[in-house]
């Protein structure tokens, strides 16, 4: 049977503290319809904005995970993300008060527990699971970092970490069915170096930490008196060492609960591909920032496999999204260098161009003599063209800016392309434009054959700070 895919029966609401910021903070979990997706809320803000649990929209890995979309921004989502893929929840609607999840006992098994006492309820469209079919790895040599992804008959992930500690030790745990997360996973709770907590305060961090929602691990003996100077220090009540020099109100739920978190961390980060996979996840040494690069690696490898099959058609007769004039607003290119003739469809995230190459194409007279090819780098100008319409439509005066190429990576041309052809450029956005950064797929056809494909860079600049750099 096809799986469906699931939703909370009623919304329910949790309460607490703000790791972080210390802020008292109340999260709404709402039912959402099918295809929604993970979304976020920030109701304490102008507008109540929205913003999505995704990979590209993550901008800060340093000790929790941010996501941040038109300026408004969320932070200490992995744990409830965690919980939503443990119940394998795909549509939610979640309304925040404040700029983080609250961090509740420091695990995800409080999120998991509001879940399961609102009911889970499944929907009519089919849940979208991507196959792993081949290997997808990413790899940090310098800090020994791997997380890989491997075709398998169903979802498993395992995890190995090592802090060079004497305390921790290296660690192992896994996860061979998601219907164990809630026993084996959820309760794992979130975990701190004694030595990283001044540190973490003078920056403005952990204001919300306590023993109640973190282990704090020591990892050589501290006297007594330090242990109260750096409780003093952070606002918290004075402590005891405690066996195996980790400081804690509750015992450890399992002996190996450090890396229970670490998994239970990968699994909510990975929530952030959109998609359930189904393949076997190996970890060595994850991290947030790691995690998020691997999130993204597999999102483009899905998006790939998504649209390598589909082939742009057009209608000569339809009326063009953009007629030669408007592309000429919005491109300072003119002829002959000017290589889009019309647009056909755009979105937000994609643009669909045509180029009608013809013998009086000034390149023909020379490339080549007695066989005419269109040169591989105009084929890539052409859809870099394109790709800087779908960019200038967002900006007020296009006139004022212009694309210049960062990068081309992994272009490969794949047959030639000759007076008489016409060629559908397509362009689509990777990730959201930060900063005036753009990077987009780029695929080029003649009729239903790819001809080109890779991908792109490119930096938006307005005129003045183009002229103000040179000087």
């Not at 939703?7 to 503290?17: F, P, Y």
């Not at 997380?147 to 060079?164: C, G, R, T």
Request: charge should be negative; aromatic fraction near 6%; hydrophobic fraction near 45%.
């Amino acid at each position: 049977m096809t799986a469906k895919q699931k939703t909370i029966a009623k919304s329910v609401t949790l309460s607490g503290t703000g790791l972080h910021t210390g802020i008292n903070v109340d999260a709404t979990f709402h039912p959402a319809a099918e295809n929604t997706g993970i979304l976020f809320q920030r109701i304490d803000l102008p507008g109540q904005p929205v913003i999505k649990a995704s990979a590209e929209l993550v901008v800060d890995t340093a000790r929790n995970i941010v996501v941040e979309d038109k300026g408004a921004r969320i932070g200490m989502i992995e744990h409830s993300l965690s919980a939503l893929a443990g119940s394998e929840i795909d549509n939610i609607l979640i309304t925040v008060n404040g700029p983080e999840m609250p961090i509740l006992d420091g695990s995800a098994i409080i999120y998991l527990d509001a879940f399961m006492e609102a009911g889970i309820s499944c929907q009519d469209a089919d849940r979208e699971i991507f196959e792993i079919k081949d290997p997808i790895v990413y790899a940090d040599d310098e800090r020994g970092i791997e997380i890989m992804a491997l075709p398998a008959d169903e979802f498993s992930i395992s995890v190995m970490i090592d802090y060079n500690s004497e305390v921790l030790g290296n660690q192992f745990a896994s996860l061979a069915h998601m219907s164990d997360y809630s026993t084996q996973i959820a309760s794992s709770r979130t975990f701190v170096f004694f030595r990283e907590l001044e540190v973490l305060w003078r920056n403005n961090l952990i204001k919300g930490g306590s023993l109640d929602n973190a282990m704090v691990i020591l990892e050589r003996e501290v006297p007594q008196t330090e242990l109260d100077r750096v409780a003093d220090l952070i606002g918290k009540p004075h402590v005891q060492t405690q066996a195996q020099g980790i400081l804690s109100t509750t015992r450890l739920k399992f002996s190996n609960e450090p890396a229970r978190h670490k998994l239970l961390d990968l699994i909510g980060d990975i929530k952030l591909i959109g998609t359930p996979l189904k393949g076997k996840i190996i970890a060595t040494r994850p991290g947030h920032y790691s995690n998020v690069e691997f999130a993204k690696m597999v999102k483009q490898v899905i998006r790939k496999e998504k649209t390598k099959n589909i082939v742009p058609t057009f209608d000569p007769n339809a009326v063009p999204k953009y007629d030669i004039n408007r592309i000429m607003s919005l491109l300072p290119h003119r002829p002959p260098f000017l290589l889009v003739d019309r647009i056909i469809e755009v979105t937000d995230v994609m643009i669909l161009g045509l180029k009608n190459v013809s013998m009086n194409e000034p390149f023909f007279v020379g490339h080549f003599p007695n066989e005419p090819v269109m040169p591989g780098v105009l084929i890539v100008e052409a859809l870099a063209q394109c790709g800087g319409i779908l960019v200038m439509q967002t900006v007020d005066h296009p006139k004022d800016y212009n694309a210049y190429f960062l990068k081309i990576d992994n272009m490969r041309f794949k047959r030639k392309v000759v007076p008489g052809d016409t060629l559908i450029l397509k362009m689509e956005l990777l990730e959201p434009v930060r900063r005036g950064i753009v990077r987009m797929r780029a695929q080029a056809f003649v009729g239903n054959q790819l001809v080109t494909e890779g991908e792109m860079m490119a930096q938006v600049l307005r005129n003045k700070e183009i002229k103000n750099s040179a000087q």
